[in-house]
């Protein structure tokens, strides 16, 4: 009998061994904010985008002269697109490599009447302004808009939905991002989420931890167009990828047989 328990015994500790296995992850987000503190931080890594090279520019002109309206507002049809959008639509989310001014390798759009004009690293404000100047300079008191139309960004890796989207307002975080990818899975690293981005010709690489609320303070905390969000996946993730589907069956039925004898004996 004393023999039975001690196998009885020794089976039970394999299968919790076996279980014990596996990887302890914290999957709360900022984890580090106390339940019962109130939690107050200032916004001080806000930023607006610069227009770079290769971004599409929607820009629309109001005047009181409908002949100067058509005329600057005719817009110019990016090479290589089949399906053109109206100007007016440069707000929506689905306007993704369709009509507007494409920003040249030089840094410049060609605008009708005006010819070319430098927009590379302006704020949408500053080229706001910058448009106004160069227009009132045929009209009078133009009122002209300038919207991005290919702002998109990228979140793949360890989330229930991988996407590309178009965001319309030109500003947007990690943390709605991943809401827009459907968020992470279990598997999902939270504490090394990369951020990749490419700004005048250089590619910069960032890793965030969420699991910590001082990611509110990174500057890859607000993403820019054309940013990639990766979540890695956990070192369990990849041993499941890894492991022979049969192994599991074998185990347990060698375990189960094990048990058997124990009992019996």
Known sequence: MKSNNLLYLSVVGFLLLFSSCAEQRNLVYFDDIQQSDAYTQAITNAHEPKIQVGDIMSITVSTLDPTSNALFNTGAVIQGQNTQLSSSNAAGSTNLGKEGYLVGNDGNINFPVVG???????????AHEKMRDEISKYVKDPIVNVRYLNFKVTVIGE???????????????????????????????????????????????????????????????????????YVEPSEMKGKQANRNPNSVPIIMGVLSIITIIATRL
């Open 159 to 229: 989330v229930t939905r991988p996407t590309t989207f178009t965001v319309a307002n030109e500003q947007i975080n990690v943390l709605e991002a991943l809401g827009r990818a459907g968020d992470m899975t279990p598997f999902g690293m939270r504490e090394n989420v990369l951020v990749i981005r490419e700004t005048d010709g250089k590619r910069q690489m960032a890793r965030l931890n969420l699991n910590s609320s001082s990611v509110f303070q990174s500057p890859y905390f607000y993403l820019q167009q054309n940013d990639i969000v």
């Open 116 to 126: 070319k004009i430098q927009l590379k690293g302006l704020t949408l404000t500053e």
